[in-house]
Structures are given as C-alpha cells and as structure tokens.
C-alpha cells in the first residue's frame, strides 16, 4: 500500500516524452493506482486517485500545449486578431519575437537616440508595460 | 441473452499484520430489502469481528444479476482494451469511467491520436458520456469522493495488464 508523499516545499514536476502509441500502454499501466486498496488511507487514496487520473488526462493533453499558450501569452496577440476567441487562435495572430524587438529597439532610439541609453529607458517601458492589459514581450524587460 | 437477479452477498474485506488482504462472503437472498440487507451486514460484521486477529478494513454489500444463459464473446473482444472517459476538471476533480473491450470502430481514424482517441460525435458515445454527465431519472453518477462526475475530459483507449 501507498501513502501518498508530501509535497516538497517547491513544487516541481518532470516532463516526459511519451511516444503516442505509447500512449495506450502507458495510461494503463495507472490503472492500478485508481484503486482504495493500493493506497493506505482514505486520504492517501482520495489525493493519489486524482493525481494519477490526472496524468492518464495529460496523456491525452500534453502539458506542452500549457507551454505554446504560455509562449503565446508572452508574445501577444496581434492587435488585428484582439477579437478571436483563444481557443480559435492560430499561431500568426500572435506578435513574432522578431517585430517586438524591432519595437523595443525603435523606442530604446526614439527615447535616447541610440542604443547607449540610460537606464530611465527601462523606467519607461515597464510604465507602459504596467498600463497594459495583457502580458507581452515587455514584461521581460523587469 | 438475460441478466436475472442471483442473491446478494455481504462481504467484509480483512486485512493482517503484514498487509495481506482477504474477503469472507455471506450470501442471502436476492429479494432481500436493501434495508434488511444493510442491517444484515451490520450484524455480520459485529458477529465476526470478535473472532478474527486481522482487521476489517471494508464492508460491501453486493446486489449481483449475471447472464443466465451460455453466451460467448465475440473473438475480437479483449478485455484488456478499454476505453477510458475522463471526467471532471483538473486538476482536483478529474475522475474515471473505464469500458472494457471498447470497440475498435469507435476510435478516431485521423490525428496525431489516430487509433486512441475515442471519437466523441458517435451518437453512441455522445450518448454514453451525456447520461454520465447530466444523469438519468435525477441521478447523476458521481467520482469515488461523491463529486458529480461533470463534464468529458478526454476519452482514449488504454491497454491495461492481464
């Protein structure tokens, strides 16, 4: 029987790269755990029952889809693609790297007239990345 | 093919000093009230717990129907593949339903989960997954923590060990 183990101070996890037609195997292999008896307590079970159900769902739902959508915050959404229900998103509706630092480099000139620019640069970006609303390249500018 | 009411069995599960587990079984019959039947087990439990060193770690009460006629599966069946309907929301409500032997023609047939993925817009399954969700007569199935099952996560076939 199992108890089920304390939660380190940091949580963390560990991303692993399941073949797909592993996945069949795999997700039947936490299948025993789905049981009152694997587990020493009602309360071991209750947490460890959810625990494994849940990864027998991100088989199906990788944690890698967290990440692009995590990726796609950072970027933006176009201001053209405001509208579009996230779900409906495609890709380029979102800003490219590439444009936002060709617009963080356009205000670095515009504000100190060059790339030597002072760090009351920095003060300014992060107030204008403060009035937004969503989260974009400029964040990392903290 | 027929499924007929068999008696009910009350069952204690017994677990020893070192972990091994073990049922003892007590048949009464199958037009017993269900009132009767629970105060059956009780009593059951009270009569053979005083006699036994190991302890009672669960009490079921068990309402049987089998087949009543020599039926056999058809060969492509396999128990071990099941389709497995995820319910709920994660990551604290998440709880599952299995189906042993889900038919092979209502997987998806395209996608990166060609082959595993139980295909959702079969009326069959729809209809599977719509009583689970919203219930039948007022009742709705719940998860082992007495929490409605809710909506469809995911559906997949998994191939469990024999």
Not at chain 1, 7 to 18: D, S
Not at chain 1, 66 to 80: C, H, K, T, W
Not at chain 1, 107 to 124: K, P, Q, T, W
Not at chain 2, 133 to 142: A, H, S
Request: proline residues 5%; charged residues 20%; aromatic residues 8%.
């Amino acid at each position: 029987m199992f108890v089920y183990p304390d939660a380190p101070i940091e949580p963390g996890c560990v991303l692993l790269f399941v073949p797909v037609e592993l996945v069949p195997l795999v997700g039947g292999a936490f299948k025993a755990m789905e049981q009152r008896r694997k587990w020493a307590t009602q309360e071991d079970f209750e947490q460890g029952y959810r625990a494994f159900v849940e990864l027998e769902r991100q088989l199906m739902s990788t944690c890698l889809q967290e990440l692009i959508q995590e990726i796609r915050d950072l970027r933006g959404v176009s201001p053209a693609y405001a509208s579009t229900p996230v779900e409906e998103r495609e890709s380029y509706m979102y800003r490219s790297v590439a444009d936002l630092i060709e617009h963080v480099n356009t205000l670095i000139f515009a504000l100190s007239g060059g790339l030597e620019h002072g760090d009351n640069v920095l003060e300014i970006l992060r107030g204008d990345t403060e009035a937004s609303s969503s989260r974009n390249m400029l964040d990392m500018l903290e | 093919m027929s499924l007929i009411a068999i008696t009910q069995v009350l069952r204690l599960r017994w677990r020893d000093n070192d972990g091994a587990e073990t049922f003892s079984l007590l048949n009464i019959g199958a037009s017993v009230d269900y009132v009767s039947a629970l105060s059956w087990l009780a009593d059951f439990y009270g009569l053979s717990v005083p006699m036994s060193t190991a302890l009672v770690i669960g009490a079921d009460l068990l309402v049987r129907y089998a087949e009543n006629t020599n039926i056999t599966s058809v060969e492509a069946s396999d128990t071990r593949r099941q389709g497995v309907f995820i319910f709920g929301e994660s990551p604290d409500g998440l709880a599952v339903v299995r189906l042993p032997s889900i038919l092979e023609s209502v997987l998806m047939t395209s996608g990166p989960y060609a082959g595993i993925e139980i295909d959702q817009s079969l009326p069959a399954v729809a209809a599977f997954v719509a009583a689970l969700t919203n219930g039948i007569g007022g009742v709705i199935p719940c998860d082992p923590m007495a929490i409605d099952l809710g909506d469809l996560a995911t559906a997949y076939m998994q191939r469990v060990a024999g």
